[in-house]
């Protein structure tokens, strides 16, 4: 008898579609599988999803390959449509990770920006300089999951944030000089 036929459960780690948690699950087989992923994850049930593995990107597609895995094994659940990419964006179990090319850190702060856009408020001048020189039309594998208009949108809001940022620091210098001016002025005054 074969192992789906009795029911066997398998013990795997699933990661959320950006890499953000890791869950251990127990399944009986792929649909289990995507049942508690969606569950944990926050899913929505209509949601179609594919499983990965998480070293290479493979696409598990039946139960048969699923439990000729080792247990333990780390998968991805990502959506229907998404692709894989080795960018490990929450940092995972690596201790020793390999310093960030420009690609991996435009592709990381992508993915995180894709989640919540807001995000974009609490970015440095540098990776906004970043996202404002992005070649939106380059062949960097990395950013084939973002939409033309997802990029060209997020190249535009970081434009006008760091024009926001600059426009700050400057007020902030005119007030700064206001300041010491106003108390020289005061001091002279008094003597």
Do not use: C
């Amino acid at each position: 008898m074969s192992r789906r036929n009795d029911k066997a459960k398998k013990p795997f780690k699933i990661l959320n579609r950006d890499r953000s948690a890791k869950k251990g699950i127990v399944v009986e087989g792929m649909e289990d599988l995507f049942n508690k992923g969606r569950t944990r994850f926050g899913y929505p049930e209509s949601q179609k999803l594919t499983l990965v593995l998480e070293e290479d990107g493979t696409e598990i597609e039946d139960d048969e390959y699923l439990f000729s895995l080792p247990d333990n094994t780390v998968m991805v659940l990502i959506f229907d449509g998404d692709r894989w990419s080795e960018v490990n964006i929450g940092g995972g179990d690596e201790v020793d990770s390999k310093p960030q090319n420009i690609f991996t850190k435009l592709e990381e702060i992508l993915v995180k920006l894709e989640q919540n856009p807001s995000r974009i408020a609490l970015l440095s001048e540098q990776d906004l300089e970043l996202l404002v020189d992005l070649d939106i039309h380059g062949s960097y594998q990395g950013f084939h999951r973002f939409s033309a208009d997802f990029l060209k949108d997020i190249q535009k809001a970081a434009e006008n944030h760091m024009i926001q940022k600059g426009q700050l620091r400057d007020t902030i210098g005119l007030l700064e000089l206001y300041h010491q001016t106003n108390q020289a002025n005061t001091k002279r005054k008094k003597t």
